[in-house]
């Protein structure tokens, strides 16, 4: 039998969790602004499963730098 690739939320969990360690060694505020930093790469999972070829961390890096970019508007347009 054949391998199979993981899909890339699968090597998302995976790398959630690999970072458990350092999830548990922040305070609780920054436990809680890692966790949503994390929700914010889950909302792009798949828009990065059609870039197979793109490095999983920097799928999670963009994924968050746009949720951010969309806050930062956000927060322009109600002033």
């Known amino acids: 039998m054949g391998r ?3 899909s890339y939320r699968m090597l998302l969990e995976g790398i959630i969790g690999e970072l458990s360690d350092f999830r548990r060694a922040l305070r ?3 436990r809680i602004a890692f ?3 994390m929700n914010k790469a889950r909302v792009h999972a798949s828009s ?3 870039v ?3 490095d999983p961390m ?3 890096f963009l994924s968050i ?3 951010q970019e969309k ?3 956000s927060l322009k347009v109600a002033k």
Do not use: K, M, Q, Y
């Open 35 to 37: 966790d949503t930093l």
């Open 4 to 6: 199979t690739v993981p």
């Open 52 to 54: 197979p070829t793109l």
């Open 58 to 60: 920097h799928a999670i």
């Open 71 to 73: 806050e930062i508007n």
């Open 65 to 67: 730098l746009v949720e």
């Open 48 to 50: 990065c499963t059609v």
């Open 28 to 30: 609780g505020e920054d």
